[in-house]
């Protein structure tokens, strides 16, 4: 998430990357992300039965089963290493850790288990692919990678306002995602941004939680389902303000109010809020494969049958394809089922043996 736990008091810092340290007593993990970052010169490999491009929950999971199904897979994580939730603080509905731990941490760790196994992960973008036959090719920071199989793992990015102190407030009262940080604005008021399904979506599950939720949108009609439109209009926790348009965020180390304009006169004021959920859509990053996967309307990649795509030994995971869900816990178990999946088709054509069914 974002605040720490009992609102805005007990903020703890924002830290981008974790240091590897692990709790009292126990041993580091090999290859925490604080470490020097592997270059593929240092490295030398660049062909392996699997490359996993992306390292957020669901690429980094993915890369632990593949690892430990002996593929030794090379994951190109991206310039964003560790994925979304690098940019967040407290993270407290991930299994296992019932104090909550904070998301560079989760990720740190994530990706030490991965290198234990034998996982080369290297910190580089994918700028392009041709899946047109096997060996997949992939081209990252100048170097050609080439693999049997492609698990393909590289998420979705919140839109944001663009506001600089939207980005300075973020963890501090700024989110985009109410699932996750909704908890702590319990008896709260909070600003939710947009007007379509997901921010309709945002503001009533915001509602179990806040003493009052104001949609601004900057039209005067909404553009979600009429279901979902009615179920807001009716709500008497939700209120709206029309033809308005966040303009700035407002706070020192937390989100006290955010300033709006009114589209239509122009005019500007201030509205006090605790929290403010962003809710103008996702992006999800898919334009190096657009050329080979198929996606959908809004740009996300259609999966096949699991988690298999148009191209045989090319597999999806994580908020890439899953606009539903989009929780590290899903798109971890995403990972998993891709890797399993790829495992499979290699053995089914004799690229690798199988493995997992022993390695658990
Ligand atoms: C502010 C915030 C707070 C959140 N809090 C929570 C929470 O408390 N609990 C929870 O369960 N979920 C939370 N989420 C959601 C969660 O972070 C995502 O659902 C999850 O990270 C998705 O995992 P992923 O691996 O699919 O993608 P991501 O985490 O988005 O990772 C994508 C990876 O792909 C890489 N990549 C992208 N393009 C390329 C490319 N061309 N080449 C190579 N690599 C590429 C990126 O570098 C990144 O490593 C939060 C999200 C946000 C934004």
Redesign the pocket.
């Given at each position: 998430?974002?605040q720490g736990m009992g609102g805005f008091g007990g903020l703890k810092p924002l830290q981008i990357i974790g240091d590897g340290a692990q709790p009292d007593g126990e041993q580091p993990l090999a290859a925490p992300v604080g470490s020097p970052v592997t270059t593929p010169s240092e490295e030398g490999r660049t062909e392996a039965k699997v490359i996993i491009?992306?390292?957020?929950?669901?690429?980094l999971t993915a890369a632990i089963y593949a690892a430990r199904a002996n593929l030794e897979p090379i994951v190109?994580?991206?310039?964003?290493?560790?994925?979304?939730?690098m940019?967040?603080s407290e993270?407290?509905?991930?299994p296992g850790f019932p104090e909550g731990i904070q998301g560079p941490e989760l990720m740190d760790r994530m990706r030490a288990q991965a290198a234990r196994f034998g996982a080369l992960v290297l910190d580089v973008?994918?700028e392009r692919v041709d899946f047109s036959r096997r060996a997949f090719r992939l081209w990252a920071g100048g170097v050609e990678y080439s693999a049997q199989a492609v698990i393909v793992?590289?998420?979705?990015s919140?839109m944001w306002l663009g506001l600089e102190n939207e980005t300075r407030l973020r963890g501090r009262g700024v989110?985009?995602?109410a699932t996750?940080d909704g908890f702590f604005f319990r008896d709260r008021k909070v600003i939710v941004v947009g007007g379509g399904d997901t921010a309709l979506e945002e503001a009533l599950f915001l509602t179990k939680y806040a003493s009052e939720v104001v949609i601004v949108h900057r039209r005067d009609q909404l553009r979600g389902s009429r279901i979902m439109q009615d179920r807001a209009l009716a709500h008497p926790k939700i209120r709206f303000v029309w033809n308005s348009q966040v303009i700035d965020v407002l706070g020192d180390d937390h989100v006290t109010g955010v300033r709006l304009r009114d589209t239509v006169t122009g005019e500007e004021r201030d509205e006090p809020t605790d929290g403010l959920f962003v809710a103008i859509g996702h992006r999800p990053?898919t334009d190096?494969f657009r050329d080979w996967l198929e996606v959908d309307s809004k740009g996300y990649l259609v999966v096949h049958g699991g988690t298999g795509t148009r191209v045989e030994g090319v597999f999806v995971a994580?908020?890439?394809h899953d606009h539903r869900y989009?929780?590290?816990?899903t798109?971890a178990g995403d990972g998993c089922r891709a890797a399993i999946d790829a495992e499979r088709w290699l053995a089914e054509h004799g690229l690798a043996e199988r493995a997992t069914a022993t390695a658990w």
């Amino acid at each position: 998430m974002s605040q720490g736990m009992g609102g805005f008091g007990g903020l703890k810092p924002l830290q981008i990357i974790g240091d590897g340290a692990q709790p009292d007593g126990e041993q580091p993990l090999a290859a925490p992300v604080g470490s020097p970052v592997t270059t593929p010169s240092e490295e030398g490999r660049t062909e392996a039965k699997v490359i996993i491009v992306g390292s957020g929950p669901a690429g980094l999971t993915a890369a632990i089963y593949a690892a430990r199904a002996n593929l030794e897979p090379i994951v190109l994580g991206g310039y964003e290493a560790g994925g979304q939730l690098m940019i967040t603080s407290e993270v407290e509905n991930f299994p296992g850790f019932p104090e909550g731990i904070q998301g560079p941490e989760l990720m740190d760790r994530m990706r030490a288990q991965a290198a234990r196994f034998g996982a080369l992960v290297l910190d580089v973008d994918v700028e392009r692919v041709d899946f047109s036959r096997r060996a997949f090719r992939l081209w990252a920071g100048g170097v050609e990678y080439s693999a049997q199989a492609v698990i393909v793992a590289t998420g979705a990015s919140a839109m944001w306002l663009g506001l600089e102190n939207e980005t300075r407030l973020r963890g501090r009262g700024v989110s985009a995602c109410a699932t996750c940080d909704g908890f702590f604005f319990r008896d709260r008021k909070v600003i939710v941004v947009g007007g379509g399904d997901t921010a309709l979506e945002e503001a009533l599950f915001l509602t179990k939680y806040a003493s009052e939720v104001v949609i601004v949108h900057r039209r005067d009609q909404l553009r979600g389902s009429r279901i979902m439109q009615d179920r807001a209009l009716a709500h008497p926790k939700i209120r709206f303000v029309w033809n308005s348009q966040v303009i700035d965020v407002l706070g020192d180390d937390h989100v006290t109010g955010v300033r709006l304009r009114d589209t239509v006169t122009g005019e500007e004021r201030d509205e006090p809020t605790d929290g403010l959920f962003v809710a103008i859509g996702h992006r999800p990053n898919t334009d190096v494969f657009r050329d080979w996967l198929e996606v959908d309307s809004k740009g996300y990649l259609v999966v096949h049958g699991g988690t298999g795509t148009r191209v045989e030994g090319v597999f999806v995971a994580g908020d890439v394809h899953d606009h539903r869900y989009r929780q590290a816990v899903t798109a971890a178990g995403d990972g998993c089922r891709a890797a399993i999946d790829a495992e499979r088709w290699l053995a089914e054509h004799g690229l690798a043996e199988r493995a997992t069914a022993t390695a658990w």
